[in-house]
């Protein structure tokens, strides 16, 4: 059955030019939205917006999420923000500001329209988490002074706008905390683990492991992460916080170095790098409340979506 409903909307998807923004606008298009994306280009790449013009019903407006927008649309998918430690960390002021008046900006819109708005929250919420695995009702474990609170804090902090906007004003909100999520159209160079081991491999250079590569995560293709996004902001079900949204499949930062090598039959020995600040040991999502409430589970193994996120880097390297 499909997520979507029959009426033809209009939607804002701040930060469209990102990596979700991309895949989350060809999502909505390819199933009769008129989508409005609006992105800065601070971490998003113009190359998405050129594909995306592909379709009719797209528009690009090249404008920051800090400044005060006036648009009619139905639905807003709130993704403004550079969301790997190397970007949110290069001017962690910006990205502190741009989570906050952000939020606000998306907020103050949803009123004016009575439309829907969906936060683009994170499992960084969670800090370095003491609960294992993480469930929506653990309030985390972050530093607030470190070099990720800015991201961190800054989410948490668009979190509570969001909360109190619709305790105070009654705005229609849904908010996920999202996981780690890989695929194509991630930026090579934008240093995370998944970018970084797979254009190490592909180019036969050593493969970075931070700290000992003890270290948990658990990856969800960009394709399943998009359809949790949409099933959450169209559902009708009753939801009193944020989800989870994330593949519970968790695995240690030494294994995925190893089936990158594989997948890639790469050359390419590992070295060990120093272990960045507040960097999290563990992570893994409770899916629960999104398996009950949404019907959604991630379907994509980490083989298929590897092998896919492999094609498109080795496209990316030839061109
Ligand atoms: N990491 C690594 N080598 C790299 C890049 C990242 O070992 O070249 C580690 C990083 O220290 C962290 C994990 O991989 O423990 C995931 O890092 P990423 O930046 O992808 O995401 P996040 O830390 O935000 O979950």
Not at 79 to 91: G, I, M, T
Request: charged residues 20%; aromatic residues 10%; proline residues 4%.
């Amino acid at each position: 059955m499909s997520i979507f409903s029959a009426s033809k909307k209009k939607v804002l998807v701040t930060g469209g030019a990102g990596f979700l923004g991309f895949h989350l606008c060809k999502k909505l298009l390819e199933n009769g939205y008129d989508v409005l994306a609006i992105d800065n280009l601070f971490s998003g790449y113009r190359n998405n917006i050129i594909e995306l013009q592909k379709f009719s019903s797209f528009e690009f407006v090249r404008m920051d999420v800090k400044s005060k927008m006036n648009f009619k649309v139905d639905i807003i998918f709130n993704l403004a923000c550079p969301a790997s430690p190397v970007h949110y960390q290069k001017d962690p002021v910006e990205t502190l500001t741009t989570c906050i008046q952000g939020a606000i900006n998306v907020l103050d819109l949803a009123n004016k329209n009575n439309s829907i708005v969906f936060q683009a929250s994170t499992s960084e919420v969670y800090g370095d988490p003491k609960v294992h695995p993480q469930t929506e009702i653990y309030w985390g474990n972050v530093n607030p002074i470190g070099h990720r609170a800015c991201y961190d804090e800054g989410k948490r902090c668009a979190e509570t706008l969001f909360f109190d906007y619709q305790r105070q004003y009654k705005t229609k909100i849904k908010v996920a905390r999202i996981f780690n999520t890989y695929g194509p159209r991630m930026s090579l160079d934008d240093g995370r683990v998944i970018s970084n081991f797979i254009s190490q491999a592909l180019e036969n250079k050593e493969i970075t492991i931070y700290g000992n590569g003890e270290q948990t995560r658990s990856f969800c293709y960009v394709d399943d992460l998009v359809s949790g996004i949409i099933k959450l902001t169209l559902s009708e079900a009753e939801l009193s916080g944020p989800v989870n949204l994330g593949n519970p499949d968790e695995m240690k930062i030494i294994q995925i170095a190893k089936k990158i090598i594989q997948l890639t039959k790469s050359k390419s020995n590992i070295t060990y790098q120093s272990l960045p600040m507040d960097d999290p040991v563990q992570r893994n999502p409770d899916i629960t409340l999104a398996k009950n409430k949404l019907s959604w589970i991630p379907k994509t193994s980490l083989d298929t979506g590897l092998i896919k996120t492999i094609d498109f880097f080795k496209s990316v390297i030839n061109n």
